[in-house]
């Protein structure tokens, strides 16, 4: 199981790395954003996106220790959205022990 999500969770990063870069080569958000700002779905959009990121936080608080981390994370789940969520995923599941599952992956503290 632990190996099929790291698969999936790679493949997801991957993606999201490759959608971002290829729209922002297309198109400028800053330069749209008061476009976007007048669109219900783009704020139904964002109220999820913050949404999710309060709730993976909320995670990351209890699995990481450090004030320091937890900040960086925040940060980079804010700015990054889906692309920060995959890596600290992915990044957790590769700290796993041969012998650790999902409980551990969910569970486990780090440090």
């Not at 913050?50 to 450090?66: D, H, Q, R």
Request: charged letters at 10%; one cysteine or more; glycine letters at 4%.
């Amino acid at each position: 199981m632990i190996t099929v999500l790291k698969i999936l969770f790679s493949i997801l990063f991957v993606s999201m790395c490759y959608t971002v870069i290829s729209t922002s080569m297309h198109s400028n958000l800053f330069e749209q954003w008061n476009f976007l700002a007048t669109l219900p779905w783009m704020r139904a959009t964002l109220w999820d996106f913050y949404a999710n990121v309060t709730v993976i936080f909320l995670w990351v608080c209890y699995k990481e220790n450090s004030v320091f981390l937890r900040i960086v994370w925040l940060i980079l789940l804010v700015t990054l959205g889906s692309i920060a969520s995959c890596a600290y995923v992915l990044i957790q599941l590769f700290r796993l022990k041969q012998n650790e599952g999902l409980k551990e992956l969910f569970g486990k503290q780090n440090g």
